[in-house]
């Protein structure tokens, strides 16, 4: 079984900063390139222009859909990923430090991403169901949700239990795990550098496409697209990826 440590505190506001970055700094630009293409083709800039960009992280996603011509605002629960994103970042991105669960902005936005899944992290599904609300609250009338997810019988089949590598002299190994109750993946992070050795966590709740979908229905929206890759590819069990479109209905 996995051991974690920190736990007084939520593994995600513990685990997105400054060890994250480096362990994970070449994030793979062909994916969000692609991904960002998809959403261009369906919801282009002309037509959606004022996106919300929902667990920016550093901004890997937003730079490029700013420079497709969206206006893009980035939110993140990590203060250190939201300065990282300043830094990195031209011009004309609005970036601010929010929970993704209470989203200060009202009928803004045409259109919100939430990319890489940066969703199911909460302990229940009714904080996971918070999110759906904050985000029907923030898009306008019209407005339009993309969420890509991970693909739960996907990652059943396919998980590598354990793995290492070496980022510039820091030794990082994962171990990874199905909870008891099948509802979680879990990864234990260990990150040793000069004799120094640090423990993160991941929990993720694995929504099947049913789950997904009836919970984003439930809260005001209607599915319109569903995708298995960045490439726009057909949903099925052996996809690697789980891409909703939903569209925001009045309720």
């Known amino acids: ?44 800039p002309e037509e959606y222009p004022e996106m919300l960009d929902l667990c920016c992280g550093e901004g890997r996603h937003a730079r490029i859909f700013h420079e497709m011509g969206y206006s893009v ?18 011009e004309g991105i609005c970036y601010a430090v929010s929970d993704m669960r209470n989203i200060q902005w009202e009928n803004r936005f045409d259109i919100a991403v939430n990319l890489f899944t940066s969703f199911g992290y909460f302990s229940s599904e009714e904080e996971d169901g918070k999110v759906l609300e904050a985000v029907y609250r923030s898009l306008s009338g019209r407005g339009c949700f993309w969420i890509d997810f991970m693909n739960r019988e996907y990652v059943i089949r396919n998980m590598e239990p354990y793995s290492s590598r070496v980022v510039e002299e820091t030794e990082v190994e994962e ?22 050795v640090h423990r993160y966590r991941e929990s993720v709740r694995m929504y099947t496409r049913n789950e997904l979908k009836n919970l984003a229905e439930n809260r005001g929206f209607s599915v319109t697209h569903e995708f298995g890759d960045y490439t726009g590819g ?3 069990d052996e996809s690697p990826r789980l891409i909703f479109a ?6």
């Open 1 to 44: 079984m996995i051991n974690t440590e920190n736990k007084c505190f939520p593994w995600y506001e513990q685990w997105f900063n400054d060890h994250y970055l480096h362990v994970y700094a070449h994030r793979d630009e062909q994916d969000a390139q692609m991904q960002a293409g998809l959403i261009a083709e369906i919801f282009p």
């Open 73 to 90: 605002t980035g939110i993140d629960l990590s203060c250190r990923m939201i300065e990282a994103a300043r830094d990195a970042s031209p």
């Open 175 to 196: 171990k990874r795990e199905i909870s008891s109750d099948g509802k979680r993946v879990i990864k234990e992070i260990v990150l040793s550098c000069g004799g120094n």
């Open 234 to 236: 057909p949903y099925s």
């Open 246 to 251: 939903a569209r925001k209905h009045k309720r």
